[in-house]
């Protein structure tokens, strides 16, 4: 599940079986205007660019998924992201 749920590369895949879901944002496989670059494998933020911005870092390269911007909250001057696991069949903070 791990590298199921870790790879980016299922956001174009469930964007194009469920559309418009609530709980999804759009995405691709090619790029796209405005939208944020994403590599298949990263993890917590690395080697994303989002529109205008320069890359952040990291040691991932592509494959690369492309998806909508998503204005995330700021609470106090932060921005709350969540990244979670699975551990067997269980759900794990």
Do not use: C
Not at 6 to 17: F, H, Q, T
Not at 58 to 76: E, H, I, K, L, S
């Amino acid at each position: 599940w791990k590298a199921i749920l870790s790879n980016k590369a299922i956001l174009p895949i469930l964007w194009e079986r469920y559309p418009d879901h609530p709980n999804l944002l759009p995405a691709w496989f090619d790029e796209r205007p405005d939208t944020v670059r994403k590599p298949f494998f990263s993890r917590e933020g690395a080697n994303v660019r989002m529109p205008g911005q320069p890359e952040t870092d990291g040691p991932y390269a592509g494959p690369y998924v492309y998806q909508a911007v998503a204005d995330v909250p700021v609470f106090d001057g932060a921005r709350p992201i969540l990244g979670s696991w699975i551990v067997g069949d269980e759900p794990r903070g």
